[in-house]
């Protein structure tokens, strides 16, 4: 074969080799988006959550929300501009002094705020003790749905998910209000 050929045929395969990244880029499925329905007397809503975003985080909660963690919880806070939940001393009433100050035992360690998301009705944060950005890594179990935007949220905590369904019913959520049931849409109830 001429030299000609020969320069011509490594060209070749230059151009049409696929980068090397392609076969990993064709079989990777895009991120799943898990979602999570929260049942309460009140009816039910549920959550998109965001791996994408805050991985680390996202992780932590469902980790936590398949343990059944969040189950029988109560909303320990209710404000026109959001509800939270996610502290175990909330299973007693008697304990409601202290409720809003506890969490798994276990902060995820990692500061994962997307500047892509913003705190509009019914983003999902991880709440945390501080508020500064740096704080984010003491976030825990605590979660936050906002009923009405609020910017000056923005990159200080970790939005890990959206309320895609029944934001009518987080709207009504006040303190006390318990999660009676919390699963996986992919799975089904756990009864």
Known sequence: ?????????????????????????????????????????????????????????????????????????????????????????TRDMTKEAYWGSGGSGKSIDVVEIAPNRHHVRGAVGLAHAGDTKADAKYADSQLYIMKTASPSLDGKYAIVGQVIAGMTVVDKLVKTDVLKNVYSKDAGPAR
């Not at 805050?54 to 936590?64: E, G, K, N, R």
């Open 1 to 89: 074969m001429s030299a000609k050929w020969c320069v011509t045929l490594a060209l070749v395969s230059v151009v049409l080799r696929p980068p090397a990244n392609a076969a990993s880029q064709t079989n990777q499925a895009p991120a799943a988006k898990p979602t999570f329905v929260f049942e309460t007397l009140k009816g039910t809503f549920e959550i998109q959550f965001f791996p994408a975003d805050a991985p680390q985080s996202v992780d932590h909660v469902i980790a936590l929300l398949r343990k059944g963690f969040y189950r029988g919880l109560r909303v320990h806070r209710a404000m026109p501009s959001l509800i939270q939940f996610g502290d175990p001393a």
